[in-house]
């Protein structure tokens, strides 16, 4: 078996919040935790190790959850964190990105940089579904990723709703993988997250050419590309807060804290 669950109400409530800290200390990244519903902290975690990548569920009420500059000098294991949000709404911030997120949202985050996250989830119902895989493993410049921290991209159609629904099933299905299934699962895996976040950043140019070959059919890249403009919701880019020369998005939000996707010879370039 793949596949390890754990319950707070295995414990007594007094035990419970304390319980999942050590939980999700082992099973994901260190952080501090915090939470309106301490005192009877009910939530459940569902981690498939699927070897260096592991895709989890996690079910829980209100967490903030904050990761400082002392802790990853503590113990960083240099690995992005891929959330898919299925209920509830809240906010993260990482690398001068301030974000909403809501039912339906995918959001990349970075072990090796601090970040904050206030998560208003439904209870007794999967919160997120997260993939955790080390920096090496995704085949896309690091500088590349780190362009897309803490941005919602939509979850709903394109290549991100085909690795959302992915996400799901895996999860749905987790009990019936064999160790066999790992290098399968963690291709399918790792291709699609390549793929959507290249696609996001107009950077597809970056993937290997193995990992483009596999990212989808002809007709799921046509798809993709009529779905790009609402896909990504607003890549981070520094100092592009004029009108959008890309073809990501005709109108570009003016907010401080939400920016248009960089035009691919920007990206090419490393501008």
């Known amino acids: 078996m793949l596949v390890t669950e754990f319950s ?60 400082t500059a002392k802790v990853i000098r503590q113990s960083d294991p240099e690995v992005y964190m891929i959330n898919y949000h299925l209920g509830g709404e809240g906010s993260f911030s990482q690398a ?28 007794d119902n999967w919160s997120q579904l997260n993939v955790q895989l080390p920096h090496k493993l995704l085949p896309l410049p690091e500088k590349t990723v780190q362009r897309l921290l803490a941005v919602p991209i939509s979850g709903r159609h394109g290549m991100a709703g085909v690795l959302a629904r992915w996400l799901s099933d895996l ?25 959507v976040i290249a696609r996001c950043l107009e950077a597809e140019e970056a993937l290997s050419p193995e990992a483009r070959r596999r990212g989808g059919s002809p007709r799921a890249r046509a798809s993709s590309t009529r ?45």
Do not use: Y
């Not at 800290?21 to 082992?26: C, K, L, P, R």
């Not at 994901?28 to 260096?52: Q, Y």
């Open 227 to 271: 779905n790009r403009r609402s896909t990504c919701a607003a890549a981070r880019w520094p100092g592009s807060a004029g009108p959008c020369r890309s073809r990501c998005s005709p109108r570009c939000p003016t907010s401080p804290r939400r920016f248009c996707c960089p035009a691919p010879s920007a990206l090419r370039s490393g501008r």
């Open 8 to 67: 707070t109400e295995a414990v007594a409530v007094p035990e419970r919040f304390t319980l999942f800290e050590e939980i999700t200390a082992g099973s994901h990244i260190r952080t501090r935790l915090r939470s309106n519903e301490r005192e009877d902290f009910r939530a459940k975690v569902r981690v498939l190790d699927l070897g260096e990548l592991q895709v989890s569920a996690l079910s829980h009420p209100h967490l903030e959850i904050t990761r």
């Open 171 to 195: 999860n749905a299905r987790a009990g019936e993988f064999t160790p066999a299934d790992i290098p399968s699962l963690t291709s399918v895996t790792l291709d699609l997250l390549a793929s």
């Open 96 to 123: 001068r990105s301030d974000t909403a997120f809501h039912v339906g949202d995918l959001m990349v985050l970075d072990s090796s940089r601090p970040f904050d996250a206030h998560v208003h989830a439904l209870q």
